[in-house]
């Protein structure tokens, strides 16, 4: 574990399915805006190949012979395919995870899971996140970017776990992603090189208002 490891989760969200560590007192002197500063060295590296693993991953189904599935969802699995256009808004959320490209034999190389509920509040610096239900659940901060996207970085919660890991504590449950509107009222959240199952996880945010893509 590095020095000074950051613990991102916050006690405000009402989960549940998951009930939130509080930031430890002095983890954080002050609030910051400067994902950089926060995130691990493997995060950076995962996050600046993300292209890399989406095309490979890509890749990978479509030789299982996944394309056409791949095509259907448009916009939301091309890795170039981010608007810009400011934060994702504070609110509920659809959300879908799709898993792409087999990390290991026997794995498959494209599952799609059904919708489930998906929170993004605001916080002092930034957005926190947090996917409510599913056996696996990412929960964290929404840092600011670039013009095309925002950073997510937090930890994974599993199964019946009452309680998310500190960031930094454990590299296998810190999660590492970019948050890009990708259509109107459609935002996608980009994990590259998740350290389970897939080569990477693309997850759907619509407003809980919007009907069923």
């Not at 994702?88 to 087999?102: L, Q, T």
């Not at 998906?118 to 696996?136: D, H, N, Y």
């Not at 937090?154 to 890991?165: I, K, P």
Request: with cysteine; hydrophobic share 40%.
């Amino acid at each position: 574990m590095r020095p000074g490891f950051f613990c991102l989760i916050a006690s405000a969200f009402a989960l549940p399915a998951c009930a939130l560590v509080e930031q430890p007192s002095g983890m954080i002197a002050q609030p910051t805006t400067n994902w950089r500063v926060v995130a691990t060295e493997s995060d950076r590296a995962r996050l600046r190949e993300w292209r890399t693993a989406f095309v490979n991953a890509l890749r990978s189904a479509g030789h299982a012979g996944r394309s056409a599935e791949i095509a259907k969802e448009g916009a939301l699995l091309q890795p170039d395919a981010a608007l810009g256009g400011g934060p994702i808004p504070n609110g509920m959320y659809r959300c879908r995870v799709i898993k792409i490209g087999a990390k290991s034999e026997g794995l498959l190389d494209y599952i799609a899971y059904p919708y489930s509920s998906c929170e993004i509040r605001p916080r002092e610096v930034g957005q926190r996140f947090a996917k409510l239900t599913g056996s696996q659940r990412q929960v964290g901060v929404i840092f600011p970017g670039d013009q095309l996207r925002q950073v997510f970085l937090g930890t994974l919660v599993l199964a019946d776990e009452s309680r998310a890991m500190q960031y930094g504590v454990d590299t296998e449950r810190d999660v590492a992603g970019y948050i890009e509107r990708v259509g109107p009222d459609r935002w996608r959240l980009i994990m590259p090189s998740p350290h389970f199952e897939s080569l990477i996880d693309v997850m759907e945010l619509v407003p809980s208002r919007q009907e069923q893509r």
